[in-house]
Nanobody
Framework: QVQLVESGGDLVQPGGSLKLSCVAS????????MSWVRQAPEKEIEWVAS????????RYADSVLGRFTASRDNAKNTLTLQMRDLSAWDTAVYYC??????????RGQGTQVTVSS
């Protein structure tokens, strides 16, 4: 059974930082491309970043490039997203997902990130 469990979401002030984690199980994580996606209220799911099977290959959406860093630890089946310089536009539920393209059906329950003063 595939499981993706995100954690680390919180309320943070504009300009702040946050680190999200996702623990995966039930599938061969080491050989799987993984992504972070997010969904703001009343908006569609937006791709944020993808990490290929090793940390040498990552891709980011233009909206987070230079502020977010995605990485993975294959020994721990863990995906992380380090976020800095957060703004209200980053407020969303963040999901880790298996794969690198929509429809992002294999994803966790999400973790809420709220950026507000």
């Amino acid at each position: 059974q595939v499981q993706l469990v995100e954690s680390g979401g919180d309320l943070v002030q504009p300009g702040g930082s946050l680190k999200l984690s996702c623990v995966a199980s039930g599938f061969p994580f080491r050989g799987s491309y993984m992504s972070w996606v997010r969904q703001a209220p009343e908006k569609e799911i937006e791709w944020v970043a993808s990490v290929y099977t090793d940390n040498w290959a990552t891709r980011y959406a233009d909206s987070v490039l230079g502020r977010f860093t995605a990485s993975r630890d294959n020994a721990k089946n863990t995906l992380t997203l380090q976020m800095r310089d957060l703004s209200a536009w980053d407020t969303a539920v963040y999901y880790c997902a298996r794969g690198i393209e929509p429809p992002w059906n294999t994803r966790g329950q999400g973790t809420q990130v709220t950026v507000s003063s």
